[in-house]
C-alpha cells in the first residue's frame, strides 16, 4: 500500500511556526494548487490544500515561505476526526509534508532591494556528521573483520 502525494502550488499566506507543549516545532501551510482542467463556465478552478509541516520543516519553511510563493510538498494524506458534541463528529483531512522543495520564492521585506535575489536554503548533511558516519561503517567493519 501506498499512502504518497505530491502537489505543487502557492503558499496562501505567509506561514506561523508554532511549538507544541514539548517543545515541536509545527507549522501549517495552506497551499492553492490550480486544477488542470476548466469547469463549465472555461474557468480553472483552485483547490485549498492545508499541508502541515514538523520540526525543522517547519522551521525552514517558516523562515522562507512568504505568501505567493511556489513549492512542491510531498507527504501523505492524514485523515483525524473528533467530536465538537454528543452527537456531532468531524473529519478534516490534511497532507503531513515530508519535504518542502522552494521552486520560486517571492521576495519579503528584509532582503535589500539591490540585490534582488531570495536565498534559497540549502539543507545539507554537515560534514562532521559525514566523517562520524564513516567512522562509525569503518569501526563496524573493523570489528566484523576481526571476528
Request: hydrophobic share 30%; aromatic share 6%.
Amino acid at each position: 500500500m501506498l499512502n504518497q502525494v505530491m502537489l505543487i502550488g502557492r503558499v496562501v499566506k505567509d506561514p506561523v511556526v508554532n511549538t507544541t507543549k514539548e517543545g515541536t516545532a509545527i507549522t501549517r501551510i495552506s497551499l492553492a494548487v490550480r486544477r488542470p482542467f476548466k469547469n463549465a463556465q472555461g474557468n480553472y478552478d483552485t483547490d485549498f490544500i492545508t499541508c502541515t509541516a514538523w520540526k525543522k520543516l517547519a522551521e525552514t519553511s517558516g523562515d522562507y515561505c512568504t505568501k505567493g510563493s511556489l513549492v512542491c510538498i510531498s507527504g501523505r494524506v492524514y485523515v483525524r476526526s473528533y467530536d465538537i458534541s454528543e452527537n456531532k463528529r468531524v473529519s478534516t483531512t490534511e497532507i503531513i509534508a515530508e519535504n518542502i522543495t522552494f521552486l520560486q520564492l517571492k521576495r519579503n521585506n528584509s532582503i535589500p532591494e539591490s540585490t534582488g535575489n531570495v536565498p534559497i536554503p540549502e539543507i545539507r548533511e554537515r560534514e562532521s556528521d559525514k566523517q562520524s558516519s564513516l567512522e562509525k561503517k569503518v569501526e563496524q567493519d573493523g570489528n566484523h573483520l576481526k571476528k
